[in-house]
Nanobody, 126 residues
Framework: QEQLVESGGGLVQAGGSLRLSCAAA????????MAWFRQAPGKHRDLVAT???????AYTDSVKGRFNISRDNAKSTVYLQMNSLKPEDTAVYYC????????????????????WGQGTQVTVSS
């Protein structure tokens, strides 16, 4: 299991950008599939983006072309660059580590992930 700590959330105007970071403490970061989820008030926790240990990425449709997930295995850190932010992107964003084979499903399920961060709030004003 990984210990995950997110940072980089905040308040931004629509059209702006934020970069989230997730630092992992554990021995198996480079082997894990990493992902960002988000949860708005009263909503389910949904996958935003994922990156495999071979740097294959996948995104939910609503963020394609605007968000970019990346990882630095030397720093045990995963990033989420968010551009052209919209008010509907407002949510608590969670970093997660897990296991998933790219291509077996369009996107991994929340059940694929065993370690979670505490979350960071992203608020986009209109």
């Amino acid at each position: 299991q990984e210990q995950l700590v997110e940072s980089g959330g905040g308040l931004v105007q629509a059209g702006g950008s934020l970069r989230l970071s997730c630092a992992a403490a554990g021995s198996s970061f480079s082997l894990n599939v990493m992902a960002w989820f988000r949860q708005a008030p009263g909503k389910h926790r949904d996958l935003v983006a994922t990156i495999t240990n071979f740097d294959r990425t996948a995104y939910t449709d609503s963020v394609k072309g605007r968000f970019n997930i990346s990882r630095d295995n030397a720093k045990s850190t995963v990033y989420l660059q968010m551009n052209s932010l919209k008010p509907e992107d407002t949510a608590v964003y969670y970093c997660a580590a897990g296991w998933w084979v790219y291509g077996t499903t369009d996107l991994p399920s929340i059940r694929n992930f065993h370690s979670w961060g505490q979350g960071t709030q992203v608020t986009v004003s209109s």
